[in-house]
């Protein structure tokens, strides 16, 4: 499968742990994205990255929040002492930008995060 | 910052069915804007998208969609929907020449009847 894949499918943890999801994007695609759902809702932006630099982060990711990609190759997203309202679906999404309006995202099946 | 609202949140059709969701945005620019469908199981896949010039835009699957600039709108349409086409449908908007973020709707479930 040449798509965007994430690592793990399904997270449960509790309360106050820390919780790490990876996303390996299409292998020449020099954009990424992560995006949170959660029940019921579209996606909403968490931050993105051209190559290894974190361009743009959504007021929606708190100061527990954390997103590498230390080659401009994979990336991680990390949450810090959980809490409950962190439950969602994380999404990463990857593209080609050459510069023009034509940018087409592809989304990966995404990491559903349980926190009890 | 701007916002997109799909008033549908659950439509039920039979096969054969002529099909029309509606995509509502909130913003003062430019706009890009897409619809993006998730089928049972599976990731978020574009079906189609707008960026200018013809204001009806052809998808995949038979789909297309409409873009009115007066109504802020950009309703999804097909003549004649399959049981396939059970899914759910959100529609996007991002600001032309800006943040690259996709901003949602909370989507509609299809579900059609066979």
């Known amino acids: 499968d040449t798509g965007v894949s994430q690592d793990p499918r399904h997270k449960i943890t509790k309360r106050g742990q820390n919780v790490t999801f990876r996303c390996d994007p299409i292998s020449e695609h020099n954009r990424l994205y992560w995006y949170r759902q959660t029940l019921g809702q579209g996606p909403e932006f968490l931050t993105y990255?051209?190559?290894?630099?974190?361009?743009?982060k959504s007021r929606l990711l708190s100061d527990r929040f954390s997103a590498e990609r230390p080659k401009g190759s994979f990336s991680t997203l990390e949450i810090q002492r959980t809490e409950q309202g962190d439950s969602a679906m994380y999404l990463c999404a990857s593209s080609l930008a050459n510069g023009g309006a034509d940018e087409k995202l592809f989304f990966g099946s995404g990491t559903q995060l349980s926190v009890l | 910052a701007q916002s997109v609202s799909q008033h549908n949140h659950h439509v039920i059709l039979s096969e054969a069915a002529s099909l029309e969701l509606g995509c509502n945005y909130s913003?003062?620019?430019?706009?890009?804007l897409f619809w993006y469908v998730q089928y049972p199981g599976q990731h978020l896949q574009l079906l189609l998208k707008?960026?200018?010039?013809?204001?009806l835009v052809k998808g995949i699957k038979g789909f297309e969609a409409e873009f009115i600039k007066s109504k802020f709108s950009f309703n999804l349409r097909k003549p004649s929907v399959q049981w396939s086409d059970t899914a759910e449908y959100f529609c996007a908007v991002n600001a032309q020449g800006s943040a690259r973020q996709l901003t949602f709707g909370s989507g509609t479930q299809l579900t059609v009847l066979p």
């Open positions: 990255f051209q190559n290894e630099a974190q361009l743009e």
């Open positions: 707008y960026f200018s010039g013809d204001p």
């Open positions: 913003y003062g620019g430019t706009v890009n």
